[in-house]
Structures are given as structure tokens and as C-alpha cells.
């Protein structure tokens, strides 16, 4: 099956600060979804991208489908971003998720 | 507010109990999915419903009892659980298997005492 690879697995930023987060993935993809999950447990949608870039306010994310990669830019973070990022790709009839990177913005 | 609902948000049950988790989807989508998450582990696929029908049960054991009587809505029926059962479930629909973005509901946090 697929390998999803999610870098780094852990993130301390000061807020204000600008990030990085990655996803390779192991093998061709249909899609691929980036996700946040808040301190509640909900999975937020952030990005359908399977190739290309999107922005929205202050996050945006590339996928270079024919690298096997993603990355989601986190620009001028706040507290509020904190939690954990999901990429998810759409493979065969389900979607694999990678180990997430969480992330901890400090006031 | 996704378009997918789900209830209970917490259950605590003993091991000989009977209960069931629901879910509803409000977006027209196909396709349905039941992930299970465990404290510091990935999301993990339990079962898939395309129109109603299973096309995928991930080797998930018996006392997990999937439903979907309808597009709109998936139940996951629980009996005889073990402690180490206890996670958030999290339900999730799609327009069909391969096709559209994923949409997950708040999700059901289970304890099995």
C-alpha cells in the first residue's frame, strides 16, 4: 500500500512566525487533502489540491504531484493555529492519512 | 459547521453494553466513512460505504457493526467492546469513493471502562 510521511512531527513556534509543514506520499495519488484538527478533535478542511497552489489568508499549500509531495505554508501564525495537520491522499477507493505534524503556537 | 453530524460527542460504556454511534451527512454525497483515532496513532479507515453498499471493511473486528440504511446516514453499532476500543471516532462523507473532498464531523469520543 501507500506511505504517507508527514515532516517535522512536532513544531513549537512563537507566534508571528512563519512555517512549513510537508507530506511525501509513496506512490501516485488522486487527490490530496490538507487538514487541521483543533483541541476538540474536528477535523477542518484547509486545502483540496492535488496539484498546484492555493492560498487562503494566510495559509497556503503546493502539491508537486509528479515529486510526490505537499507542502502547506503557515504565515504570521497565531495561537489559534495550534493542533495538528493531516495531509490525506485520495488512493484507490480511500483516503490514507499521514501521522500529522503538531503544532504549538506560544504567545 | 461541516454538513456532517454526529451523536453521541462522548459515550462512556461498560464492556458487556450495547450502543451505537450515528451519523448524518446534509451534502448530497455518495459515499460514507467510519475512521477510528487512538491516542497518538493516524487516523485509521474502518469501513467505506459507496451508496449504501460496503466496498471496504478494513480487517476491523466483529464487535464493530457497521449500518447505512440510506446515503444520508451511517450508524456504527458497538457490543462487547474492549477497553483498548476506547478512541474518537470520526465520521466522514465524499461524493463518491475517489471523487470530491472529505468532510468529517465533529466526531465521538468513546471510554470503554
Known amino acids: 500500500g501507500i506511505q504517507v510521511e508527514q515532516s517535522p512531527p512536532d513544531l513549537i513556534l512563537q507566534e508571528g512566525a512563519n512555517s512549513t509543514l510537508r507530506c511525501n506520499f509513496s506512490?501516485?495519488?488522486?487527490?490530496l487533502q490538507w487538514f487541521h484538527q483543533n483541541p476538540w478533535g474536528q477535523l477542518i478542511n484547509l486545502f483540496y489540491?492535488?496539484?498546484g497552489t492555493k492560498q487562503n489568508g494566510r495559509l497556503s499549500a503546493t502539491t508537486v504531484a509528479t515529486e510526490r509531495y505537499s507542502l502547506l505554508y503557515i504565515s504570521s501564525s497565531q495561537t489559534t493555529d495550534s493542533g495538528v495537520y493531516f495531509c490525506?491522499?485520495?488512493?484507490?477507493?480511500?483516503?490514507?492519512f499521514g501521522p500529522g505534524t503538531r503544532l504549538s503556537v506560544l504567545p | 459547521e461541516t454538513g456532517v453530524t454526529q451523536t453521541p460527542r462522548h459515550l462512556v460504556m461498560g464492556m458487556t453494553n450495547k450502543k451505537s454511534l450515528k451519523c448524518e451527512q446534509h451534502?448530497?454525497?455518495?459515499?460514507m466513512y467510519w475512521y477510528k483515532q487512538s491516542a497518538k496513532k493516524p487516523l485509521e479507515l474502518m469501513f467505506v460505504?459507496?451508496?449504501?453498499?460496503?466496498?471496504e471493511n478494513n480487517s476491523v473486528p466483529s464487535r464493530f457493526s457497521p449500518e447505512c440504511p440510506n446515503s444520508s446516514h451511517l450508524f456504527l453499532h458497538l457490543h462487547t467492546l474492549q477497553p483498548e476500543d476506547s478512541a474518537l471516532y470520526l465520521c466522514?462523507?465524499?461524493?463518491?469513493?475517489?471523487?470530491?473532498?472529505?468532510?468529517f464531523g465533529e466526531g465521538s469520543r468513546l471510554t470503554v471502562l
Open positions: 489540491i492535488p496539484s
Open positions: 451534502l448530497g454525497h455518495n459515499a
Open positions: 460505504y459507496s451508496l449504501e453498499e460496503r466496498v
Open positions: 490525506a491522499v485520495d488512493y484507490g477507493q480511500n483516503f490514507v
Open positions: 506512490d501516485s495519488v488522486n487527490n
Open positions: 466522514a462523507s465524499s461524493h463518491g469513493t475517489s471523487v470530491g473532498e472529505l468532510f
